[in-house]
């Protein structure tokens, strides 16, 4: 699952077994007690979040989540564009064939350092780093 932050930028990458409303929910709890409830998230129109148990939580939270349109994933298009980076950076890395970075998790973390520390011309050329410590005055994040 791909979270992107519309303020910062900042993504948040995470593999799952399943995509089920509870494993969902469960990650998304887990990620919102680390930063902050988002005011809008937008998602696609999966089970999981249509389910009961999502609506349920959103409610809970105060949390109103848009869908984007079905056949449009475009509408979506910060998470969108930054899965388009990381399959464009794991096929990258396999490519050069290092033997330290066979498995796609190893792929995606170095994928997701190196995008949160390379100098982004949406924000002015400042790291993502630096800029979700300025979105949201929290200092730094390490």
């Known amino acids: ?22 494993t ?6 887990e990620l919102f007690a680390r930063y902050v409830n988002p005011k809008t998230p937008v998602s696609d129109n999966g089970t999981q979040f249509i389910s009961e148990l999502f609506k349920q939580m959103c409610e809970e939270r105060d949390i109103t989540h848009v ?18 980076i990381l399959k464009r950076g794991i096929k990258k890395l396999k490519g050069e064939g290092s033997p330290t970075l066979r498995s796609n998790s190893d792929c995606l973390d170095t994928v997701l350092l190196a995008y949160r520390t390379m100098p982004n011309a949406a924000l ?17 994040v390490c």
Do not use: C
């Open 1 to 22: 699952m791909v979270v992107v932050d519309a303020i910062s930028k900042w993504p948040e990458i995470f593999e799952l077994n399943n995509i089920t409303a509870g």
């Open 24 to 29: 969902t929910v469960k990650l998304l709890k």
């Open 67 to 84: 869908r984007t349109p079905p056949y449009h994933p475009q509408s979506n298009g910060q998470a969108e564009r930054f899965v388009d």
């Open 124 to 140: 002015q050329g400042k790291a993502l780093l630096r800029s979700w410590e300025d979105a949201y005055g929290l200092g730094s």
